[in-house]
């Protein structure tokens, strides 16, 4: 069985580009959420979405948004990089309301220059 | 809000010993409690989920228990390989929320 997939791996942007990223999720798994890591803050929340709705939010700027495909896949969009935006980004996708376990990605290494 | 904290921040043990790594949270309405794995630069490896109704659950050389009443999880590993060394995360979500709140890891080395 496939696991959570994302792409691409590396993207560099200069500042005041827009990025989307992408995740598709393990067969059969509805939910997918979206984390920033970096080493000052740590893992992040950023939302989560469920049958194509976003479900949560974490506390981050609105030029990130997301969104949610029929197929489950799921895209994250960053309006106007910033440097503070260089970061691993992971998805994770779970069942949700069956199990909670989550399963995540390998992440995407975006680079602000 | 929930927090999550692990000390120490980093552990260093020689091959064979057995360790526990410890994970505090501030929010006794925590619903479940996920350890996670990570090796550098690479994303997130699960290792065991421990759902409210559960107090602990195993895998292979790990053990992972959950207090609530305390606020404190933990991962014991059994005579740990160097192929363990990694940074351990530990993860909390309320109930109905599939956010987790992350600690900030504990980094352990295992000295061959």
């Known amino acids: 069985k496939a696991g959570v997939t994302q792409t691409p791996r590396y993207l560099i942007k200069t500042r005041g580009q827009q990025v989307t990223l992408s995740c598709s999720p393990i067969?059969?798994?509805?939910?997918v959420s979206w984390y920033q890591q970096t080493p000052g803050q740590g893992l992040q929340f950023l939302f989560e979405?469920?049958?194509?709705?976003?479900?949560n939010k974490g506390n981050f700027p609105g030029r990130f948004s997301g969104r949610q495909f029929s197929n489950s896949r799921s895209e994250m969009n960053v309006s106007t990089l910033e440097l503070g935006d260089s970061a691993l980004y992971l998805c994770?996708?779970?069942?949700?309301?069956?199990?909670?376990?989550?399963?995540f990605g390998p992440g995407t290494r975006l680079t602000v220059t | 809000k929930q927090e999550v904290t692990q000390i120490p921040a980093a552990l260093s043990v020689p091959e064979g010993e057995n360790l526990v790594l410890n994970c505090s949270f501030t929010d006794s309405a925590i619903y479940n409690l996920q350890w996670f794995r990570q090796d550098p630069g690479k994303g997130l490896t699960s290792l065991l989920l421990i759902q409210s109704s559960q107090r602990e659950q195993t895998s292979g050389r790990l053990n992972a228990s959950l207090d609530k009443s305390s606020g404190r999880s933990t991962l014991y590993i059994a005579a740990s390989q160097p192929g363990d060394s990694a940074t351990y995360l530990c993860?909390?979500?309320?109930?109905?929320?599939?956010?987790?709140?992350f600690g900030t890891g504990t980094r352990l080395t295992i000295i061959p």
């Open positions: 979405y469920f049958s194509e709705t976003q479900r």
């Open positions: 993860a909390g979500a309320n109930f109905g929320n599939e956010k987790l709140t």
């Open positions: 067969s059969g798994h509805r939910s």
């Open positions: 994770a996708s779970s069942f949700r309301q069956t199990s909670y376990e989550q399963y």
